[in-house]
């Protein structure tokens, strides 16, 4: 079958979920699946040909976990392991004139600042199976089950650079259509289709159901064929055996409502069976595939939302480049991120939408610097960045590590530019700012100007690049310097909205260099600018004329709707006056926002006029519990809550050091945390860890894989009231079954709370755990109960 000849012309059918059938034939509770590549190959090549015989046309190869850090001690290499798997597919796939995918699964690992795995660590592992998998024999590459964008990132950049492979992702969403780490689908698609997959969709997490819900989402945003590939429900425990609540007629029923919304490629996960791949074949195989609509945004994208450019202008903060700020220079100098990282938190809250990073100067080294700037701004707040160097190097490591689709500031219509940045567009993913200079400097007409535009958009072509990620500026020149200027940038603006249809932008405020009064000329300048059909600019958000002109602009031209923004604005200059980044934060706030040289500073500033169990009770706790309550709600997602984490254990410290000295403590009560015996996904118990000691409990983490056995002596000889236990996959979960059974028998006073993709209330009640809990800040709130009750 060739593979890119037939998408489009008909469904293309993947197969099922390859852990439940082998659970049935016997794969232990922790046993690792992809070792019975090599202990049971006949196994394997059964189930391949028994989803073949259903009509599967990609069968994925069972190396869902095969990488260093999951075989680790297995006692055989990835690529021994990848390379059975992918020949015992392809001797079952020649049959069947089938393809085989080359299946990639999640490390079980947060990346840094997050986690503790690198960037280039999960690079490294996913390219190693990448690579292992093509040279087998594999026809394409299949990343599945992502809850984190950067890890998607770091595996599909990983299967590009080491294989010539088709790629394909797909992601794993809760029932909002969220990431685990807060991402939603425009988002993830924006970064996904920078980077230039084959086909992206979801997978995994929900049942057929609820995954069609999503799908008008992905077909908004989504320029290449969808992938969908469901679990059969969620899983129920039935005499001791996983039992998935949807059957092959159900789960046919609800592809083909996929198939006739736009799905290109269909198939299953957990729970699915040969039988639930049959029954959507032959259901659905007639169904001739919608055509797919190209779409035409200009976006870029963070790790949680997308910002889109040709609708409602723009506002890029221009606050973090050095230029004309000497305290920014000496806090680059001082390598003080936490300066930076309050103008990224001042400028968000002030309403930019999009945030411009540059760090150029000469005394410091750019490259790290400016990669450094990225990723940690990266952590606190939500929004897209503008990356913006002169310095090629600077600019590929920054977009290489950016969770997301970034935004490059620039490309200009010299030679050397246009060679040294596009590349980097195109290998990344990203849309760019495209100066309007040559190497025969600025033309003084707009004409000149436009032929600059015209020019670098043919060149882009020509690398690959998409017309709609290029973002021109035409350039603004101080008015002090010439009585035009003005006046040619922006009919340079209007000609290359109207001729070329491209997104423009500006930095505004150059129009009034040299001049007294700036912030007049610069609000003027910016409404003309809006009015001729700039669609982003780059502006001081904290400017309270700009940001009035920003919002009059909008209720003006009809984009405001109900002119809600324009009432907002002003009711909230009534109310308070907007924050200030060059002003300390409070500890609360410093938690909130995540700045742990801040939340340190001001915990020490405390100490003078409070004890420590004090602040901790009354500023600490209720900046936690805001953290939390804005968990629960979903307007503050993971990441956000993992550096608020960081930043009260940063002022923990402060205060312990002071409790130290006077011999007190602020622990409430001893908790045992574990992933269960043969589950070494331990993502979910470190959010849960780092959440339960920030609010004063005393933590023994036994860490993952840990037997029954080992955890009910823990909590014995530490005589500990609270255990909390994790298991992500199907094939662990009955173990969590066994080490409650074990705990109740041997400790019936001690309390078992459980969590896990995989676990439901009902699925909790019937392993007679005492408390499921769907998020990290349940188990607080139930361990707060817990010791509250205790004497």
């Avoid at 004139?97 to 600042?113: E, F, H, N, S, Y």
Wanted: hydrophobic letters at 45%; aromatic letters at 6%; charged letters at 20%.
């Amino acid at each position: 079958m060739n593979l890119f000849e037939t998408l489009g012309k008909r469904l293309v059918f993947f197969d099922g979920g390859m852990g439940t059938l082998l659970q049935e034939k016997g794969l232990a509770a922790g046993e690792l699946p992809e070792l019975w590549n090599l202990e049971h190959p006949e196994i394997i090549e059964d189930i391949h040909r028994a989803y073949l015989d259903a009509g599967a046309d990609i069968i994925k190869t069972n190396t869902f976990g095969a990488n260093r850090a999951k075989l680790r001690g297995c006692g055989h290499s990835v690529s021994e392991i990848v390379t059975a798997a992918v020949r015992l597919a392809k001797k079952a796939a020649a049959e069947k004139d089938a393809l085989v995918a080359m299946d990639i699964g999640p490390t079980g690992k947060l990346l840094r600042p997050m986690g503790d795995l690198d960037f280039e660590d999960a690079v490294f592992l996913f390219g190693e199976a990448a690579k292992a998998g093509e040279q087998a024999g594999a026809d394409l590459i299949l990343v599945e089950t992502m809850s984190d964008t950067y890890e998607c990132k770091a595996a599909v950049l990983a299967a590009k650079e080491n294989t010539n492979l088709p790629v394909f992702a797909t992601l794993i969403v809760d029932e909002r259509g969220k990431l685990l780490t807060g991402g939603d689908i425009p988002a993830a698609v924006a970064m996904l289709e920078g980077l230039g997959v084959d086909a992206l969709g979801l997978n995994c997490g929900l049942g057929p159901d609820q995954l069609l819900e999503f799908l008008p989402q992905l077909q908004e945003c989504c320029s290449v064929p969808i992938i969908i590939n469901p679990n059969a429900g969620l899983p129920h425990d039935v005499n001791g055996k996983n039992v998935f609540d949807v059957g092959p007629e159900e789960f046919a029923a609800d592809s083909k409502k996929m198939a006739e919304g736009g799905a290109w490629l269909l198939g299953g996960c957990c729970g699915t069976t040969p039988a639930h791949i049959r029954a959507m074949v032959n259901l659905c195989a007639g169904i001739t595939p919608k055509p797919i609509e190209k779409k035409n945004f200009t976006v870029i994208s963070s790790s949680q939302k997308a910002v889109y450019f040709g609708g409602k202008p723009v506002l890029i903060g221009e606050r973090i480049n050095p230029t004309g700020k000497s305290r920014l220079k000496q806090a680059l100098r001082d390598n003080d991120m936490d300066y930076l990282l309050r103008e990224a938190v001042t400028q968000q809250q002030n309403g930019a939408h999009v945030l411009d990073v540059n760090v150029g100067l000469p005394e410091i080294d750019e490259v790290s610097v400016l990669r450094k700037a990225v990723q940690e701004i990266q952590a606190i707040v939500s929004l897209p960045l503008q990356i913006d160097t002169s310095n090629p190097a600077a600019m590929e490591a920054s977009m290489r590590i950016y969770n997301g689709k970034p935004l490059v500031n620039s490309v200009n219509g010299k030679a050397e530019s246009m060679k040294a940045v596009f590349p980097l567009v195109k290998k990344y993913g990203g849309a760019v700012i495209c100066l309007t200079l040559d190497e025969n400097g600025i033309p003084d007409t707009a004409q000149g100007r436009f032929a600059i535009a015209k020019k670098i958009m043919k060149t882009a072509e020509a690398y690959g690049i998409d017309k709609k990620d290029l973002i021109v500026d035409t350039l603004v020149m101080t008015i002090s310097a010439g009585q035009q200027n003005a006046a040619v940038t922006l009919e340079a603006l209007r000609m290359v909205r109207e001729r070329l249809g491209l997104c423009t932008s500006l930095g505004v405020s150059n129009v009034s260099f040299g001049l007294p009064h700036r912030e007049h000329l610069n609000a003027a300048f910016f409404t003309m600018a809006l009015q001729n059909g700039l669609n982003a600019a780059i502006i001081n958000p904290n400017s309270t004329a700009m940001l009035n002109a920003y919002y009059a602009f909008c209720a003006l031209n009809g984009t405001d709707a109900q002119c809600m923004d324009y009432i907002g604005h002003f009711s909230q200059q009534e109310a308070a006056a907007k924050p200030d980044s060059g002003t300390q934060v409070s500890l609360p706030e410093a938690i909130y926002r995540g700045l742990k040289d801040s939340a340190k500073t001001a915990a020490s500033a405390l100490l003078a006029e409070k004890e420590p169990l004090d602040i901790i009770n009354t500023e600490m706790i209720p900046a936690l519990d805001r953290v939390g309550v804005d968990f629960e709600k979903g307007t503050l997602f993971l990441p956000q809550l993992l550096m608020s984490a960081e930043a009260a254990k940063a002022a923990f410290e402060v205060l312990r050091a002071k409790m130290r000295e006077k011999g007190e403590t602020a622990k409430k009560g001893k908790i045992i945390l574990a992933t269960v015996k043969g589950d070494i996904h331990d993502i979910g118990k470190n959010i849960v860890k780092v959440l339960l000691e920030n609010y004063s409990f005393d933590v023994i983490d036994l860490g993952r894989d840990v037997p029954p056995e080992t955890i009910v002596e823990t909590a014995r000889a530490q005589n500990v009231k609270l255990v909390g236990l994790s298991a992500l996959m199907t094939t662990t979960v009955v173990n969590m079954e066994e080490t409650i059974r074990q705990l109740h028998a041997a400790l019936p006073d001690c309390k078992v709370m459980v969590g896990g993709a995989v676990l439901t209330p009902e699925y909790a009640k019937k392993i007679h755990a005492d408390f499921y809990s769907k998020d990290a800040m349940g188990s607080v709130r139930f361990a707060q109960k817990v010791f509250e009750q205790q004497p």
